[in-house]
């Protein structure tokens, strides 16, 4: 039973543009929703990441937006330039537990200049 | 990645031959974990420890064992490697619930 989904696999982008990427989950004890960015070769790195007391969280050009009752959350990338090129994951966390992050299957992100 | 450490970076081995992974930090975090990337199913969590000597299961922890005897170690071992454990693996700290941390990966295949 896969806990968080993830949609799209893949997504092309033109420069300028908004990419979104958005995620749903189905245990209500998940209480912390990390996104992560991949490059090739490289580790995932902590892109932003949002409580559910809030229901949207904004750095800069990326802003997640959450919908407790709906139990989805996106990612907004607002200018998607090039270097914003990479995979992103969904995650998702029963804080209390500290028992690992939950994620989605990833989207590649693509971002034609 | 700054305070985290994955060795080998890269690892070719036999099928049945034991291999032992290891995540070395410099954080002093209580909480370390073990993730396996492959493609199509991001990233699964073997296994995980919440302190030195204390593991428990993951997701996908069958064919793999791991040890924690200091605070700053965390070894996974494939006990006898099959081509189905070729990935890349991860390894995380995190000093509480939140704020996970990932090492730059290693890239095993069995052969």
């Known amino acids: 039973q896969q806990q968080v989904k993830q949609s799209p696999q893949s997504l092309i982008v033109q420069k300028g543009g908004i990419s979104i990427i958005n995620c749903a989950y189905e245990n209500t004890a998940f209480d912390y929703f990390p996104w992560y960015q991949q490059f090739p070769g490289k580790g995932p790195a902590l892109l932003i990441a949002i409580r559910p007391d809030v229901s949207e969280k904004k750095e800069g050009r990326f802003t997640i937006s959450f919908n407790k009752s709906a139990k989805q959350f996106s990612l907004h990338i607002m200018d998607s330039q090039p270097g914003d090129s990479a995979t992103y994951f969904c995650a998702a966390s029963n804080g209390g537990g500290a028992d690992g992050l939950t994620f989605g299957k990833g989207t590649h992100l693509i971002i034609q200049p | 990645d700054a305070g985290i450490t994955q060795s080998p970076r890269h690892k070719v081995t036999e099928t049945g031959t034991p291999v032992t992974l290891r995540c070395h930090q410099t954080e002093n975090h209580r909480y370390m974990y073990w993730y396996r990337q492959d493609p199509g199913h991001g990233l699964r969590l073997i296994h995980y420890s919440y302190g030195v000597k204390d593991t428990d299961k993951g997701e996908v922890s069958d064919g793999y064992s791991v040890s924690r005897s200091k605070t700053e170690d965390f070894l996974l071992t494939l006990e006898s490697a099959t081509s189905s454990q070729t990935s890349v693996y991860f390894c995380?700290?995190?000093?509480?619930?939140?704020?996970?941390?990932f090492g730059s990966g290693t890239r095993l295949t069995v052969v």
């Open positions: 995380a700290i995190s000093q509480g619930a939140y704020g996970y941390t």
